[in-house]
């Protein structure tokens, strides 16, 4: 029998790659230009998922209109010098 993962899936989204959601980052808007890494997990407002790899972090910067888009931000300006 498939042994399924525990809890919530979730995508990380710099490579599609699938994850329970303990073992992905989030990351929100902090509201002050700043998208940070949630390390509570508890922080408000919408947040993506990203895997921890440094490549996928460059791919998240590289294409920061993206990101924007997922973390409805668009026209937004922000920062992401924590991660
Ligand atoms: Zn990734």
Redesign the pocket.
């Known amino acids: 029998m498939k042994k399924f993962p525990h809890g919530p899936v979730r995508t990380?989204l710099?490579?599609g790659?699938k994850k329970v959601k303990q073992e992905l980052i989030r990351l929100v808007y902090d509201g002050q230009n700043e998208v940070i890494v949630d390390t509570s997990r508890r922080l408000p407002g919408r947040g993506v998922y990203?895997?921890g790899?440094d490549d996928?972090a460059a791919r998240l910067k590289k294409n920061i209109k993206r990101l924007a888009w997922a973390l409805r931000l668009q026209g937004t300006h922000f920062n992401c010098k924590s991660w």
């Open positions: 990380c710099g490579c790659q990203w895997c790899a996928c």
